[in-house]
């Protein structure tokens, strides 16, 4: 049976993935397949908070989210509301360090047009009524913050590239991948499919697609975990909160529960064989940390917990746009942990970048610190460090 030929094969249904070939059907981008061995948002992005928050480290990060917001909320509102809540975003600390940072934190936000506020401890307790606040040195809050369900908002992506005419692929196990005369080919159990353009955009399955192409990618996939709690009483709508303290935020969930995480770990895992489930040790520090700061949650009970596996990159930054040395291969990955807010905004630039032709300068200046051509060699293995940073650049998790 001959190959399909298609102009651009998308590696990886993921709300990455999905987006890009919803913004690439939007641009008239031609035949479009998105290729995934398991279902859509099988990966991080079913595990995924959900957050959007302009609470970031530079001015592009702070673009980029913003608009990936807007279109969530657009396009939730057309098809699954509910999957969507502006409910503002709100961090706090005790500690005299993170305070400073925090107040520095704050001058640049404002600097960049973030509409962000100082809370009073009373101003917090109004807010999240489950907590206590008395000690706090420093909050921030951004009321025009929101949450989006992540496997909802992949799903509707998804649905609008299908229905522009864009293919799907899903469940079929992979047989070979490599460059072909004519661009990228790619055999699965159900056929092939060449193309002229081949995105990676498999989340923490990347490294391993890219080495096997002969194109490293300087990649640490790593372990994350979240928990579902059921509060005795239905709590009443509140900021996504995050202790800058114990690194540990919670957000609203559906039916009166809440969704708790961050159980990051800061090492290197693999994506094929990984503890799904919550540990012991995580629970117990969302457990004690509910006890001290948010006592009135304390009794919630567990309803699920797992983990998930995201995609680091030694400077924080994404890896987006055409790989050094590697006609039409690009790659759209290594978010950080943070995919749903990146995911819309980063997708429209690589979209426009790939039906556009667009040189490598243009590519620099679009992309931004997320540029792939910033990486042009080999780069040493490196321990994940992501979070909610305070300070631009490298700063340390607190």
């Keep these: 049976m001959p190959a ?23 641009r008239g981008a031609g035949r479009v397949r998105v290729y995934d061995p398991r279902t859509p948002a099988a990966g991080a992005s079913g595990r995924a908070a959900g957050v959007v928050t302009e609470q970031l480290w530079d001015r592009w990060d702070l673009d980029v989210t913003r608009e990936s917001h807007r279109e969530y909320a657009e396009l939730c509102q057309r098809w ?9 975003f709100v961090r706090w600390t005790r500690d005299a360090a993170c305070a400073e940072a925090m107040e520095a934190a704050r001058e640049r936000l404002a600097g960049w047009g973030v ?16 907590g206590r606040f008395d000690d706090v040195r420093m909050s921030l809050l951004t009321r025009h913050d929101g949450a989006v369900r992540p496997s909802s908002i992949t799903t509707i992506y998804a649905e609008s590239a299908r229905a522009a005419g864009a293919v799907f692929d899903f ?12 661009g990228w080919r790619l055999e699965t159990g159900t056929g092939a499919v060449t193309a002229a353009d081949l995105v990676i955009a498999a989340g923490a399955w990347s490294k391993a697609i890219g080495a096997s192409l002969g194109h ?33 935020y ?23 064989r990984f503890v799904t489930g919550g540990d012991e040790g995580f629970l117990g520090h969302i ?4 006890q001290d700061r948010l006592p009135g949650w304390a009794d919630s009970e567990v309803v699920a917990a797992w983990a998930g596996v995201c995609t680091a990159t030694p400077d924080r930054h994404p890896i987006v746009g055409a790989v050094p040395g590697a006609a039409g291969l690009s790659v759209l990955t290594g978010m950080n942990g943070f995919g749903i807010m990146r995911a819309g905004g980063i997708a429209r630039r690589l979209a426009d970048l790939l039906v556009d032709r ?7 200046a679009l992309l931004g610190p997320a540029w792939a051509g910033r990486f042009t060699g080999p780069v040493a293995p490196f321990p994940p460090q992501p979070g909610f940073t305070l300070e631009p650049g490298l700063a340390p998790r607190w």
Excluded: K
């Design 171 to 182: 469940g079929s196990p992979p047989v070979s991948l490599g460059p072909s005369d004519d």
């Design 4 to 26: 399909e030929r298609v102009d651009v094969l998308v590696l990886g249904a993921g709300v990455a993935g999905c987006a890009l070939a919803h913004h690439l059907m939007r």
């Design 358 to 364: 667009a040189p490598p300068e243009e590519a620099a």
């Design 250 to 272: 919670v957000r609203l969930e559906d039916g009166g529960r809440i969704l708790a995480g961050d159980g990051t770990e800061s090492v290197e895992c693999d994506p094929e």
């Design 80 to 88: 699954e509301p509910e999957a969507y809540q502006a409910n503002g």
């Design 287 to 290: 457990a004690s940390t509910l």
């Design 216 to 248: 490293p990618l300087p990649l640490s996939p790593y372990r994350t975990q979240a928990a579902l709690l059921r509060p005795t009483a239905a709590p009443a709508p509140f900021p996504t909160a995050h202790d800058l303290d114990e690194d540990v």
């Design 115 to 130: 509409d962000v506020e100082e809370p009073t401890a009373a101003e917090l307790e109004r807010w999240i009524p489950a």
